[in-house]
């Protein structure tokens, strides 16, 4: 099989890449900034395309030229100030990858969409695939993600390929240390000090879903093998807890109410003293625990990590931010994200080169 990764630098794509890595598929990862090296074996071969401009609709057709298969990846989490972009990128984007597709009679169609499309739900009951996908609307990333599931229905008709749509929830891994530092945390905090934290104030009752990348590859492969169609959830069956979220910092949990968190979240945000806007707080308070059941009954998919090793794993390589091969999930130091910022700004509303 012959599959084109868009996103492939990123942390599902590295994921992704390893996976294939092990079969007899061939590669084209797409990636706005390409390795300096060789990543993902020699079957793999690297073409740069910004998907957020309409320039990238040739080099999308070229790559996707005899393809059996899309997996679409690509989305940006900064700069938050800036949602033009965003939304170019994420819906935009979607848009250019399904229109290449389908002008180049690829049969499957893989988009990574997310449980911050979905509406949101306000108890533990764990939802279907069914259960609405019209998001959180004052999170940018929710309305985006809902935004391109829309534009997926209008591309589900008969002449149109297979379409799977993905919905994980948070993804971790070792690797992606520094990325989520980067993401996450003002340049001036160096990584050890995600250590020493003493009290974590978080709603008693938050509980996020979770994933770990490699199990997340390891259900992309089983859906470009079985060429199956449709939404699928994909979680670790128990979440993190706000409990345990304070447990993997070595904190105590300072139970506070959700209103107090996010107005000190958004207040830092508007104030760009730290980079998350706190549309991604309302999403982590109103969005639905998933089952998993329809991946486990038609994919054969069972997560191997619990959510608590994908945690402990994943705040183990924040606090030695810990990297990847590629720009994406390069090291990150404080001497660096001093010199960028100073060069180009936070991060939250840098221009991108």
Sequence with gaps: ???????????????????????DHSVI???????ASVVGGRDVRWVSADLSTADSVPVLLDAMEGA????????????????????ELGVGGTRRVVD?????????????????AYSPKWDGAPVDESWPTEGVPSSSYSRHKSA??????????????????????IVGQRSAGSALLRYGLPPVIPSKALGAVPMLPLP???????????????AILRVLERRIGGPFNLAAPSPVTSTDLASALGARLLPAPAVVVRAAMAAAWHARLQPVSPGWFDLAVSAPMMS???ARDELDWYPQRSSISVLAETFAGMRAADAGETPVLRQRTVAGELKQLFRDGPISRRPLP
């Design 1 to 23: 099989m012959r599959v084109v990764v868009t996103g492939a630098s990123g942390n599902v794509g590295s994921a992704l890449l390893r996976r294939l890595g092990q079969t």
């Design 29 to 35: 990862a797409v990636a706005r900034r390409l390795p």
């Design 68 to 87: 059996d298969a899309v997996v679409h990846l690509a989305w940006a989490f900064q700069p938050s100030h800036d949602l033009r972009y965003l939304e």
């Design 100 to 116: 290449a597709a389908m002008a180049a009679g690829v049969a499957h169609v893989v988009h990574m969409s997310s449980v911050g």
């Design 148 to 169: 391109a599931e829309r534009l997926l229905d209008s591309f589900e008709t008969a002449e149109a390929p297979v379409i799977t749509r993905l919905r994980p929830g």
């Design 204 to 218: 008693r009752g938050l509980t996020v879903p979770v994933v770990h990348a490699d199990d997340l590859a390891d």
């Design 292 to 294: 998993s059941a329809r």
